[in-house]
């Protein structure tokens, strides 16, 4: 019997015209993985996570969530099904207190854990107060709850360490490693610090220029001459 993946892609394609920003990427992720996604500038890591998201136009190939064809569905419809999906830049609304913006978000998922999800980000002590009023880091975590409400069974979080420093990469990294295991959640996860990736990744797939390079355990990828060509010799060597 063939193996129900958490999350599978197949041959997944973005054009603009003739160019191919994405051209035939595939991959699969069993559930409660933390896979990293890596690559250098224009490699075409946040344009998988749009397509695989349901973002855009001029889309190509398959999409499935445990086992069940996502493809027709929108990119709201996609997040009601289990497919949530975080941003490079705060998705926040700086003039909502923190548990006014976490509700919405429940209310959006069509279901409220959003107490849950609170207390598991360490927010319970901030709910009350303006998202502005909060310091970065923790308007980081606000950002990473709006995508944890409602259960999801996949994530997809597009550089959640953004402008966060080593220490707070580094615990932000733990704090989510901790909840895949104990939630059950299946990770995607694109960073450009490699002490993120490297740390809690148990397998890393590599883009360059629109195409898979390879993909495989850390030590793996780290020995691996092309992805240190293209990549590794520039940012984590």
């Known amino acids: 019997m063939a193996e129900t993946w958490s999350l599978e892609a197949r041959g997944l394609t973005k054009r603009y015209g ?4 994405l051209n035939g990427v595939s991959i699969t992720l069993k559930r409660g993985e933390i896979r990293g996604l890596i690559g250098s500038n224009g490699a075409g890591k946040s344009t998988f996570m749009d397509v695989l998201s349901g973002r855009g136009s001029n889309l190509g190939g398959e999409v499935f969530l445990e086992g069940q064809n996502i493809t027709p569905l929108s990119e709201r419809a996609r997040r009601r099904a289990g497919l949530a999906r975080s941003f490079q830049k705060t998705n926040i609304f700086p003039e909502l207190t923190v548990r006014q913006q976490v509700e919405l978000a429940a209310r959006a998922a069509e279901e409220d854990n959003s107490e849950d999800v609170l207390r598991e980000l360490h927010l319970l002590q901030y709910a009350d107060r303006k998202a502005a009023d909060i310091s970065y880091g923790d308007q980081r975590r606000v950002d990473l709850a709006l995508a944890l ?17 080593m220490g707070e990469s580094l615990a932000l990294a733990h704090l989510l490693r901790d909840l895949a295991e104990r939630w059950d959640l299946t990770v995607l996860l694109v960073e450009h610090d490699m002490e993120v990736i490297f740390s809690i990744c148990s397998h890393i797939t590599v883009l360059h220029l629109g195409q898979l390079l390879t993909e495989g355990t ?12 293209a990549y590794l010799g520039s940012a984590a060597a």
Do not use: I, M, S, Y
């Open 149 to 165: 409400v409602g259960h999801p069974k996949v994530l997809l979080l597009d550089e959640p360490a953004a402008g966060l420093t």
């Open 218 to 229: 850390p030590g793996e990828v780290r020995a691996n001459p092309e992805v240190v060509r």
């Open 18 to 21: 003739g160019f191919f920003a």
